[in-house]
């Protein structure tokens, strides 16, 4: 078999960066990335036969480890009655009402096949529903590649976004507008001056992608009374914490109800899916029951819902979230204790089986702080972790995600890894 190196030199000739999507090409961590051949429970293996213990998962669907048997054996009985329909099944009711006993606030959901077309459709409902243009997100937080996302604050006038990509045209980025996380005041502001005109304001409830934030005491709940008095739809990306910060999501572990919530992640098990959902009356707008369009030639695809069914049965063990929880401040306070007997600035955040983890001497809780924290020791903390079998996010502004299969002998042979690596940064 090739090398992972004569792999990635192949890659680039044939991807741009080699890859499929951004994070993957090792660019904020310097190397190349490893190919994968094979994963099982809390391991990867690469093509040269190196194992490591992952901590991306995915990027967050495998909350079970890798390669469960009870997904596998889901999938394996689904396809051989044949991989798409293109007409109903009933695989889709099921997981349609498994959503809504899990995530009441969803009444009605609808199928799509990522995360990204699930934010994407749903900003454009809020403004179907409410008839109002503005769009209102927060600096860090990540909602997929959809135009009206890549948008950050303009320097000028305070409403107008500035686009992050070319390709986002200006026009569109003057309707997104973006908040500080964990700012009240500025949210305050900002729906007092154009309320009337925002649509919906969309958050990551525990922003997961400038690496883990945890909200303040009392500033979802602040979310929610600004909508609410506005008039503007509060909508919950719980993509990455969906069934991972509880089993009713960030929405159940905060008590906040959202007018509208999107999913991905462990909702397809492993396969491309996303969803979104929320307000029977809201739901109700979309084709072909109302006039707002989306659709999706693939979306609630029988192989796929088998495998999230799977996932989502998996997850409803009792004290599943309790001892992941259980098992994330394990890992987090003992790379903790480690960082302190070196004396390097170090701190972690946790929300159930999510974690962050930052070299910084500050509690972390905006964006500022989280960008703040010393990136030059994060790559060659992740470099040394990666060379002894450890493979966290190739970046420092991912979350961390803690798995079922993380059990304490792998906590245990991941804090051994790490008393080296911080050594190794005090030279
Ligand atoms: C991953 C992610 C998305 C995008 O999902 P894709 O399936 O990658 O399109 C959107 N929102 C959040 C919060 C995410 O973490």
Redesign the pocket.
Known sequence: MSSNHELFQRALQLMPGGVN?PVRAFNAVGGEPFFTHRADGPYLWDVEGKRYIDYVGS??PMIVGHNHPAVRKAVAEAIENGLSFGTPCAAELTMAETISKLVPSIEVSRMV???????MSAIRLARGFTGRPRIVKFEG?????GDAFLVKAGSGALTQGTPTSPGVPKALADLTMTLPFNDFEAASKMFEDTGSEIAGLIV?PV???MNCVQPREGYLQHLRELCTQHGALLIF?????GFRVALGGAQAHYGITPDLT?L??IVGGGM?V?AYGGKREIMQQISPAGPVYQAGTLSGNPVAMAAGLAMLELVQAPGFHAELTRRTILLTDGLQALADGEGIDFTTTRVGAMFGLFFSSEKIETYAQATAADRTLFNRFFQSMLKQGVFFAPAAYEAGFMSMAHDESIIADTLRAARTAFAELRQ
């Open positions: 999507s990027w967050g096949n990522s995360g990204t077309e699930a934010t937080c990540y909602h997929g590649h990551e922003p997961g992608n990306d719980e993509v990455m914490t999107t991905g992640k491309p996303g």
